[in-house]
Every structure is written in C-alpha cells, then in structure tokens.
C-alpha cells in the first residue's frame, strides 16, 4: 500500500519508517508510554485507549493502541483505497496512522504432497507484519457516508440484542430484589439483576456481569485478584457503552493506578478488554453498522511467496 493519497497528498506519520517490526514489540512501546502517561498525572489517558477500542473493536489489539497513540481523536478509519472506493479522497497534507498489516507468504508442499491434493499445493502461513498507513475520516473529504448508529444515551434495540446473546451462550438471566444494593451478580451460568433500574443503567449492568461471565471463570479467577477482575468488567461495560452512544463516565479510567506500573499486567488486561467488548458488540451489530464496516476495509494482507 502507498503511504501517499496521491502522488504528494498525504505523508507517512515518521519519515522512513521501520519496516520490521512486531506486534509484541509495537504493543509494549505502546503499554510503557500509557504507563508513563497515567505517573505523569495525566488520569485521562486510559479513557482514549478505551474510548479507541469502542470506535474500532474489529482491529487488533496492537493496532487500536497504535491508532490511539498516534490520533487520539479518531473515530472511524480506513486505507486510502478504502476511502475513494466510498467516494472520498485523502485532504492533502495529512499524514497517515502507522498500523501493521499481516504479510501472508505461501508453505509449499513437495511434490509427492501436492500431485495427492492438487487443490492444496500451497498453504498460507504469516511471515511476519508490515507497516501499512490509515486514515481517519476526519482527514478525507468527498461524499457523505451512512450514519452509524447514534444511541445518544437510549439503548434502543441494544438491550434486546444483549439478552438475546446472552441466551445463545446459555447463561440464565433473572431478576431479583435480594441482590440489593448489588446491581447485578454474576453466579456462572447465571446473572442476576436489581429489578427497577433504568434501560441505560440495566444494559450497562447486564455488561458489567456478562464480561464476568466471559472472561472470570476457571483459571483466570484464580490468577487475577478482585480488584483487576471488577476493574475488567467495568472497562468492558464503559467501551461497550460508548459504542452504542451511552452517556458513560470515567471511573474505569480511576482504576489504572492499582497496576502500579506493571506492564505486563496492564498490556494483559487491556488486550481482555479489547477481545470480550469485540465479542459483545458484534453480537450487536445491525446489517447497516456490519455493510459500513465492511466497506472501511482494514488494509489488505501484503501476499509474498515464500
């Protein structure tokens, strides 16, 4: 992929860009400069990464860090092929969104192998991964695009959709006055709600309990403490909540001092995060979001042979 969006329209964020690099290494330069941000005072900077992993839930771990380190204010993006296929083109001078792209290269089979199954003389493997440029929309210019769903604080359908995935993973949901002043419980196999609450806050609950259920069972509840595991379930329920367009408020980001600088667990938790909210907001897409989605393509896998 060309990193301009003409032939001198948009520049590369870093001139000369490496190109070998690794997801790990890309994603702990990235957990080490939030750490350093949050002891720096500044409180708001889990908030951005959250807030990046509900506007681009189908990118990787390492690439919604990337894309909020380099454009905290993105809001949807795309290759710049992507773009003039909607009808848009790159605004001249902006500089694109370093993420990295899959490079798929080619196993061959010998030839005793490939005369047995002719259909499957080359299997596709991941060499590695390459530096390709993105481009938020607010950087494009051209024709108007479908309106996403905007909630804007009333779940509408969401809440439906929620208790209808809840059911396909056969976890029972019921409701219950006894569990005051809990909002909801989350027993495995099972959740409980407070009866009464607002439609907001009960979606915002049901998450909350789902994101135990998902991911605080068996041995992760054994080598997590209390604390990481409500911290998770709060930070599932504040990125999913955004998403939808609820009104959602920044304890989640409160809680990134009880890591206390510890990369490795911080780097763990916010990939958990990332993983179960992409979960639960696919389970509530609508065929529009999905059509619009699909149309903001990520940057192609660069085929090589090997």
């Known amino acids: 992929m060309s990193t301009n969006a003409d032939t001198a329209v948009a520049q590369p964020s870093t001139p000369?860009?490496?190109?070998?690099?690794?997801?790990k290494e890309a994603i702990a330069?990235?957990?080490?400069?939030?750490?350093?941000?949050?002891?720096?005072g500044q409180s708001d900077a889990l908030?951005?990464?959250l807030n990046a992993m509900s506007r681009f839930h189908n990118y990787s771990f390492g690439n919604i860090l990337e894309i909020a380190r380099q454009k905290p204010d993105a809001t949807r993006v795309a290759g710049m092929f992507a773009w003039n296929q909607?009808?848009?083109?790159?605004?001249?001078?902006?500089?694109?969104?370093?993420?990295?792209?899959?490079?798929i290269g080619a196993a061959r089979k010998g030839q005793?192998?490939?005369e047995k199954d002719?259909?499957?003389?080359n299997q596709p493997v991941l060499v590695g991964f390459r530096a390709v440029y993105v481009f938020d929309i607010s950087q494009t210019e051209g024709a108007e695009l479908p309106a996403m769903r905007e909630v804007m604080g009333d779940v509408g359908e969401n809440l439906d959709r929620l208790i209808a995935f809840?059911?396909?993973?056969?976890?029972?949901?019921?409701?219950?006055?006894?569990?005051?002043?809990?909002?909801?419980?989350?027993?495995?196999?099972?959740?409980?709600?407070?009866?009464?609450?607002s439609k907001a806050g009960e979606f915002s609950t049901l998450v909350h309990e789902l994101a135990h259920e998902l991911l605080h069972k068996a041995d992760r509840r054994t080598a997590t403490t209390k604390v990481v595991r409500e911290t998770e379930a709060e930070a599932i329920a504040f990125v999913v909540g955004n998403a939808v367009g609820l009104e959602t408020g920044t304890a989640s980001a409160d809680y990134i001092q009880l890591y206390h600088g510890n990369a490795s667990l911080l780097a763990e938790s916010?990939?958990?995060?990332?993983?179960?909210?992409?979960?639960?907001?696919?389970?509530?897409?609508?065929p529009l979001d999905e059509s619009v989605e699909e149309a903001q393509e990520q940057p192609e896998a660069l085929a090589v042979a090997s």
């Open 112 to 114: 005793e192998d490939a």
């Open 166 to 197: 809840i059911e396909t993973q056969g976890i029972a949901l019921e409701f219950n006055e006894r569990i005051a002043p809990a909002l909801g419980v989350s027993y495995g196999g099972k959740i409980v709600l407070l009866p009464g609450q």
């Open 16 to 23: 000369n860009p490496p190109q070998r690099l690794t997801a």
């Open 86 to 103: 909607l009808g848009r083109r790159v605004i001249k001078g902006e500089k694109g969104i370093r993420i990295l792209a899959p490079v």
């Open 118 to 121: 002719l259909t499957k003389q």
């Open 270 to 286: 916010l990939e958990v995060i990332q993983q179960a909210s992409a979960v639960i907001l696919g389970a509530l897409e609508s």
């Open 29 to 40: 330069a990235n957990v080490k400069a939030l750490i350093e941000q949050i002891e720096a």
């Open 47 to 49: 908030t951005v990464y």
